[in-house]
């Protein structure tokens, strides 16, 4: 089992108007893998959490896309008052301790470093790493590097 087997049994729950049961499941979550992941985000088809998703973090109102890979101690969520969180497009590896805060884009076929911190827009086909994240690398596609 994986944190995101019990969260598409959540976000099942949560469509189909079983909040309480939504909510128990998340706790699960929370208890099993130290990890807060809301029923009320939303992750891609084909999306997974490398290491069983161990202490990921996100948003509630983010947006995962289709077929990434996160890796363990990932958060994607906002930045202090702001209220805007990330959009992360498909086929995106986040690296181990990645953080991707605030009202920022990552487009589609990026590598995000292990303990990169983005804080700006990530151009689709870009890797980048570091403390503010930079770019390293354009023109890459993820099935490169996983």
């Not at 994986?2 to 499941?25: D, P, Q, V």
């Not at 992941?37 to 490398?50: E, H, K, L, V």
Request: hydrophobic share 40%.
């Amino acid at each position: 089992m994986n944190a995101i087997s019990l969260y598409r049994l959540e976000r099942t729950f949560y469509l189909h108007h079983l909040e309480s049961a939504a909510k128990f499941i998340q706790g699960i979550i929370f208890l099993l893998y130290n990890s807060f992941i809301p029923y009320t985000c939303q992750i891609g088809q084909g999306t997974t959490f490398a290491y069983k998703g161990m202490g990921v973090v996100i948003h509630s109102k983010a947006k995962i896309g289709k077929n990434c890979i996160i890796a363990q101690q990932v958060t994607v969520g906002g930045r202090s008052k702001i209220p805007e969180v990330p959009v992360i497009g498909d086929n995106v590896y986040l690296g181990a301790g990645a953080k991707v805060l605030g009202d920022i884009n990552i487009g589609d076929e990026c590598v995000i470093g292990a303990n990169a911190v983005v804080i700006k827009n990530v151009e689709s086909g870009c890797s980048v790493a570091g403390v503010p994240a930079k770019v390293i690398k354009r023109g890459i596609k993820m099935r490169d590097y996983v």
